[in-house]
């Protein structure tokens, strides 16, 4: 990579985003290919795709976890991030779109905008992230054009443009004649905007007030205009063509390549975590964007000082090595720049969505999971042993959550869907040679107060003494649990009133009613008591915990059920009968939308009685 670092002017991370079986890997390989960092072309269907690396991902021909590959387009440093396309999985492209400076939407031209399209869509204008558009599978009968650009200025935004050849069937039927694909590798850059004529840059103008007025008057948009207007995502630069057959990828390249620019970073040292993984060594692999100054190997990593909550562990560690993955190979570097995405071992203390140095911690989403899974383990495994191996899983990915029941004595796993489960099983053979099964999924349920209440705990057997005063009160939905002190310390010692508030923390609580957690209630300390001789550390966990007990016996307890919120699809023909399936699983809907010939149905539902109506969903349809 070195003696080619002279050339590049612009380092660009950039994500590609799509429903599953849209060709976002197939592109990758296009693009591989193309940009001359590959000789053979590697192909989905034929399990040999150079960024499906783990072989779960090859064998079912998706893309689990995000990879990077680095490729040269004249020069542009493009490292290219391709993220997971199904929606269990969506905490982890989350994750990715912080990183990203730019995006590229594919979309399977054969079934355009699709209900996952639109929801990537939001989260691509939440994050803010400037945007290009590919519409695939142009080679595919039945994909139009015009229509299909007609369908994303409608669903998507106004300002979708097309930027390639205004003919894209013919194009890719020219592209692929045999004895021009040798052509076709170079760095050439191909600009066909022009061909579009003066309807083109009116179009381009109308997305920009100050721009139309320059237009007008000068009668030109250069090309810092463009790049300009798409960063600001007032434009969306549309490519038509073909992944598999290569047609039209180029004039996306020569997008890419003449339309971008270097974001400006800061000189300080700034780098935001994004994903956690481990090498086929073991060793632990802290993924980050550098997004500030530089970081060289054995550089001393700390907390990020905007984000050290009071009374956090703050830890130093040195960066071992910084590697810069493409594919599944890597290269170790001295240093990494602005902008440089890469793997840094030797940190321990790392998660996803930190913030380092000058960046600050991200506020991630929370995806609550709603079922609760029994692990099954085989005859013979260690049950412990297995629970520390699974917990390294759930490092790489905090949506997985694994609880340890110990009255049971029994592993569970907390998942959003049944998907996640045949991914597991496997993950955790490919991982650990261990063949798991899953029990039947239950619903997560918690529990809440309605009214405040106070509860009080003593804990007084001979030679022992506590007693513990605590407020219940309910919080906002989806506030959790949170704590609060009102007591004097002339009244209970700070050392002590720590203690009380650390046991509240330390532990889910559980409920009177089912035995489910406890969620959305604040607990304050109101006063306490110790003794001078008889209180022991110990003493104030018993009293905590029967406060809490005691209050919620005398509260008015509420049970919480989980709900999912639906969008369903569905061609009008049928959409009666979806409706009342709906009003039979105890749902809700908003007012239908119709496109054409689909209803929309928005609303909500128990988890309970929706859960395996996706299935039924696809037999009537
Ligand atoms: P991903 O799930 O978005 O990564 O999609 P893949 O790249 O795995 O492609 C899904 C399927 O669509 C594979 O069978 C590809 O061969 C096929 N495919 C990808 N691009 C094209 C294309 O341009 N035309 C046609 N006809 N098929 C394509
Ligand atoms: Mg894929």
């Not at 990203?100 to 939407?105: P, R």
């Not at 550089?299 to 984000?307: A, E, F, I, R």
């Not at 239908?592 to 909500?604: F, V």
């Amino acid at each position: 990579m070195g003696e080619q670092s002279e050339k590049i002017k612009k380092n660009i991370c950039m994500g590609l985003l799509a429903h599953v079986d849209a060709g976002k890997t197939t592109l990758s390989e296009a693009l591989l290919y193309l940009s001359g960092k590959i000789r053979k072309l590697g192909r989905v269907d034929h399990k040999d795709a150079y960024l499906d690396t783990s072989p779960l991902e090859r064998e079912r021909g998706i893309t689990i976890f995000s990879k990077q590959a680095i490729l040269d387009l004249g020069d542009t440093r493009v490292t290219l991030l391709d993220t997971p396309g199904h929606v269990d999985f969506s905490a982890e492209m989350e994750r990715t779109l912080q990183v990203l400076d730019y995006a590229i939407l594919v979309i399977n031209g054969a079934d355009g905008v699709q209900g996952h399209t639109v929801t990537l869509w939001r989260l691509l204008e939440r994050y803010q992230i400037p945007t290009f558009i590919f519409i695939n599978k142009m080679d595919q009968d039945g994909a139009d054009q015009e229509a299909l650009l007609a369908e994303l200025r409608k669903r998507l935004s106004e300002n979708c443009l097309d930027f390639g050849p205004m003919d894209i069937k013919t194009e890719i039927q020219k592209e692929t004649d045999p004895g021009s694909r040798a052509e076709q590798n170079t760095n050439e850059i191909f600009h066909t905007e022009a061909e579009h004529g003066e309807e083109f840059w009116e179009s381009l103008a109308m997305c920009d007030e100050h721009l139309l007025e320059k237009y007008l008057e000068e009668g030109e948009v250069g090309p810092e205009e463009v790049t300009r207007l798409i960063i600001e995502r007032k434009v969306f630069p549309c490519y038509f063509g073909s992944a598999l057959k290569m047609g039209g990828v180029k004039y996306l390249i020569g997008g890419l390549e003449h339309y971008t620019a270097n974001p400006l970073y800061p000189e300080a040292f700034g780098a935001k975590v994004y994903k956690i993984a481990r090498d086929e060594q073991g060793n632990r692999l802290s993924y980050m964007k550098i997004t500030g100054g530089t970081l060289k190997v054995k550089d001393l990593l700390t907390t990020s000082k905007g984000n050290v909550a009071a009374g956090d562990e703050i830890w130093e560690e040195k960066a071992d090595q910084i590697r810069i993955y493409s594919g599944a190979k890597f290269e170790l570097a001295k240093e990494a720049k602005a902008g440089t995405v890469c793997a840094v071992t030797g940190l321990t203390h790392t998660f996803p969505g930190q913030g380092l140095g000058i960046t600050e911690n991200s506020n991630m989403p929370v995806l609550e999971p709603v079922l609760n899974y029994r692990i099954l383990l085989p005859e013979g495994c260690d049950v412990h042993q297995m629970l520390k191996k699974l917990r390294e899983l759930e490092e790489e990915d905090p949506q997985l959550h694994i609880v340890w029941d110990e009255q049971l004595g029994e592993i569970h796993a907390m998942l959003m869907g049944d998907v996640q489960i045949e991914i597991l099983k496997r993950l955790i053979w490919e991982r650990f040679h261990v063949a798991v099964d899953f029990g039947t999924g239950n619903i997560v349920y918690k529990e809440t107060i309605a009214a405040p209440v106070e509860g009080v705990g003593h804990f007084e057997p001979l030679r022992h003494y506590a007693e513990v005063h605590l407020l219940l009160e309910p919080g906002e939905q989806g506030s959790g649990m949170q704590f609060f002190t009102a007591c004097s310390e002339d009244v209970l010692d700070r050392n002590w009133q720590r203690l009380i508030l650390t046991h509240l923390e330390e532990k889910e609580h559980r409920g009177v009613l089912t035995g489910a957690p406890i969620t959305d209630m604040q607990i304050t300390l109101l006063t306490g008591r110790a003794h001078q001789k008889h209180t022991e550390g110990g003493d104030f966990r018993q009293a905590t915990y029967r406060a809490i007990r005691q209050g919620l016996k005398k509260a008015q307890n509420v049970l919480l059920e989980p709900y999912y919120e639906f969008r369903l699809e569905v061609p009008v023909e049928v959409v009666s009968r979806a409706m009342n399936d709906i009003q039979k699983m105890q749902g809700t809907l908003l007012p239908m939308e119709t496109e054409e010939n689909t209803a929309i149905l928005k609303g909500k539902a128990p988890v309970s009685t929706m859960r395996d109506y996706q299935k039924e969903v696809v037999s009537y349809t």
